[in-house]
């Protein structure tokens, strides 16, 4: 007796084409309605009509606004990450660890002070405790905090490395350049000097 074809794994395999199509498709009318007016300016409902989609189609995919701010920061960011992983040094690999943290700060800071940077914009958006949760937030900690160790830092690298970000960080980046009118280049010297003052060892390296 032949049985009969199962179509669940056909439905299951549906379901999810159309869960990534919906993603796609809400992902690229955020980030086009963002780009013209401003993400402070956009809203949840927004989204969903110019996506073509059903409103709780959206906050199911994303949870909240918060949650599609923090998915179209992950997109914005792939470039940055990509040049701190893979890219040329002294950013990248290739360089001293030293160097490449330096690097590290140095752009993460020209960053935050350029209008035009879509991340910068859309991590203000974002509350401060889920911005450091989301992936891109642990990805700079986990960077910074690595080549703390390879540079032969003694101490708590995981602690270190926050207290190196929270310099960097868009809540105090923002209030020295805007309130207490500091330029960028001061900003991004005195990252530079807490690096070396971090790195100031006897040149003994932990094995990687």
């Known amino acids: ?5 199962d179509d669940t794994s056909d439905g299951a395999s549906a379901q999810r084409s159309d869960a990534v199509r919906n993603r796609v498709r809400l992902l690229e009318a955020a980030a086009r309605l963002v780009a013209e007016r401003g993400v402070e300016h956009v809203t949840m409902h927004e989204v969903a009509e110019a996506a073509g989609v059903g409103k709780g189609t ?7 606004r918060d949650g599609l701010l923090l998915a179209l920061l992950g997109e914005a960011e792939a470039e940055f990450q990509e040049a701190y992983t893979s890219g040329p040094p002294p950013l990248g690999p290739g360089a001293p660890a030293k160097d490449r943290l330096t ?10 002070a350029a209008d035009a940077d879509l991340g910068a914009a859309l991590g203000r958006q974002v509350l401060h405790e889920r911005r450091h949760a989301s992936d891109t ?5 986990r960077h910074v905090s690595t080549l703390l160790r390879k540079a032969g830092v003694d101490g708590d690298h995981d602690m270190l490395a926050h207290a190196l970000l929270a310099f960097a960080n868009f809540e105090t980046a923002d209030y020295l350049r805007k309130e207490c009118e500091v330029p960028v280049a001061r900003l991004q010297a005195t990252w530079a000097d807490l690096v070396r003052r971090l790195t100031r060892s006897d040149g003994k390296r932990p094995p990687d």
Not at 1 to 5: E, F, I, N
Not at 103 to 112: K, Q, S, T, V
Not at 137 to 141: K, L, P, T, V
């Open 58 to 64: 959206l906050f199911r995919r994303f949870g909240d």
């Open 137 to 141: 937030g642990r990805a700079f900690h």
């Open 1 to 5: 007796m032949t049985a009969a074809p």
């Open 103 to 112: 690097a590290f700060g140095r752009a993460l800071i020209e960053r935050i």
